[in-house]
């Protein structure tokens, strides 16, 4: 069975930080480009950041260019989002991703994780 289970949400305040993790079982993390995506309440889940399979190769919506990195452990299985800078609108759920990229970013989600809540007070 895959599961991806996110971990390290919670609540923080404007400017301070938090990483997120998500841990993929059932498969190998290295088979996966990995992604972290996210919903506000009463909007669309968006794209937030994708890495590709050998790391190289780094993506991001322009909102969070410059605060966010994500970041993969292979040997681990898992995969990491370093959030600095945070701002209230980047309250939201968080959802960890595998799937596929192509040169200009994410492509296709295989596996959905089940989300972790960040909340941004100011």
């Known amino acids: 069975q895959v599961q991806l289970v996110e971990s390290g949400g919670g609540l923080v305040q404007a400017g301070g930080s938090l990483r997120l993790s998500c841990k993929l079982s059932?498969?190998?993390?290295?088979?996966?480009?990995m992604g972290w995506f996210r919903q506000a309440p009463g909007k669309e889940r968006e794209f937030v950041a994708a890495?590709?399979?050998?790391?190289?190769?780094?993506y991001y919506v322009d909102s969070v260019k410059g605060r966010f990195t994500i970041s993969r452990d292979n040997a681990k299985n898992m995969v990491s989002l370093q959030m600095n800078n945070l701002k209230d609108e980047d309250t939201a759920v968080y959802y960890c991703?595998?799937?596929?990229?192509?040169?200009?970013?994410?492509?296709?989600?295989?596996?959905w994780g089940q989300g972790t809540q960040v909340t941004v007070s100011s």
């Open positions: 991703a595998a799937g596929a990229t192509v040169s200009t970013g994410w492509a296709k989600t295989y596996y």
């Open positions: 059932g498969r190998t993390l290295s088979d996966y480009a």
């Open positions: 890495i590709s399979l050998s790391g190289h190769m780094k």
